[in-house]
């Protein structure tokens, strides 16, 4: 398992759009690619939230001030071990300063356009 750290910014490495009310993430670049995923409540709420100009700890402090009474116990792991699957399943990256997220990972890809972002992702190396 990935040891994840509050001090780490997170941030997307896959591109998705909403279908619905439900965010479908395209996994082309990682080890397990080609899929498409979709994820429970919780694991998209991180998903969404790796803008990768927040640090772990600043979300779970966010994430804390939205329960009445406090933050729960325990919520700092439970959100540690969800960033940490999503890290394993190759859709996040941790990195030690803030780093803006490329557009086509910002933004939902039905929304771009489609030869932009090829080119966008072209100059970053992701795909010939």
């Not at 994820?39 to 709420?45: D, G, I, L, N």
């Not at 859709?91 to 803006?100: G, T, W």
């Amino acid at each position: 398992m990935i040891t994840v750290s509050d001090q780490a910014y997170f941030s997307r490495s896959a591109t998705w759009h909403r279908l619905g009310d439900q965010v479908m993430v395209h996994d082309s670049f990682s080890p397990k690619a080609p899929r498409m995923i979709t994820m429970e409540p919780w694991h998209e709420t991180v998903f969404m939230a790796a803008d990768g100009e927040r640090t772990i700890g600043q979300f779970v402090d966010y994430m804390g001030a939205q329960y009445e009474g406090g933050t729960p116990a325990g919520l700092r792991e439970q959100i540690h071990g969800l960033i940490a699957v999503l890290l394993d399943e190759g859709i996040l990256r941790l990195h030690s300063e803030a780093k803006p997220l490329p557009p086509y990972f910002a933004t939902d890809e039905f929304k771009q356009d489609p030869q932009v972002t090829a080119a966008q992702m072209r100059a970053d190396g992701l795909i010939k």
